[in-house]
């Protein structure tokens, strides 16, 4: 119970310092910051966004997909294609 405090507690960290980085963005652009300095720092937020989704997605797929598969059925087939169509929308953005 309590690693699963802590855990919440890491990844609500990691969304705030992401939610840092976007205030920061905005700060830049109302400074009339550079052009390829604000583009670089949009690219920092897209990594930060990329790997929390693939941790969301490890994690999903370690707990509920893995948890259906075991179980089996219709609810096996629907975390499966769940998790299918996740990964599809993370590899088109």
Not at 74 to 83: D, S
């Amino acid at each position: 119970m309590a690693g699963q405090k802590k855990h919440k507690d890491d990844v609500m960290m990691r969304l705030r310092r992401i939610e840092g980085q976007v205030r920061g963005l905005q700060r830049m652009v109302a400074e009339d910051t550079y052009c390829i300095d604000v583009l670089t720092q949009v690219s920092a937020v897209t990594r930060a966004l990329q790997s929390f989704a693939l941790q969301m997605l490890d994690e999903h797929m370690a707990t509920c997909v893995s948890n259906a598969v075991a179980e089996g059925g219709e609810e096996r087939e629907r975390k499966l294609k769940e998790a299918s169509d996740a990964i599809a929308r993370l590899v088109r953005s």
